[in-house]
């Protein structure tokens, strides 16, 4: 059964830093491409960020880029996202996702995690 949980989330005040962590329970994991998205009151899920398999590659908003660092580790079957210079507006929900490619939309990521709260006070 293929589990993704999410860790690592809290509150923060802005300009600090979290580093999320999403421990997965998935044959193969390393062909699989990991994303971040984040989903905030009244909006839509949004991605944030992404990873292929190998690692070689990743994909980022242009609203995380430059803050926002995103790493797996295959051997340990972890994906991280380091959140840097934290604004209020990254207050959202964080989940982590699987998928067949690597992508900026949900459409390709077909395993899910919970979710981990990330708060960001002014």
């Known amino acids: 059964q293929v589990q993704l949980a999410e860790s690592g989330g809290g509150l923060v005040q802005a300009g600090g830093s979290l580093r999320l962590s999403c421990a997965v329970s998935?044959?193969?994991?390393?062909?699989?491409?990991m994303g971040w998205f984040r989903h905030a009151p009244g909006k839509e899920r949004e991605f944030v960020a992404g990873i292929s398999g190998s690692a070689s590659s990743t994909l980022y908003a242009d609203s995380v880029k430059g803050r926002f660092t995103i790493s797996r580790d295959n051997a340990k079957n972890t994906v991280f996202l380091q959140m840097n210079t934290l604004k209020p507006d990254d207050t959202a929900v964080y989940y982590c996702?699987?998928?067949?490619?690597?992508?900026?939309?949900?459409?390709?990521?077909?395993?899910w995690g919970q979710g981990t709260q990330v708060t960001v006070s002014s």
């Open positions: 998935i044959r193969l994991f390393s062909t699989y491409a």
């Open positions: 996702a699987a998928g067949f490619r690597l992508a900026d939309n949900l459409q390709p990521y077909i395993h």
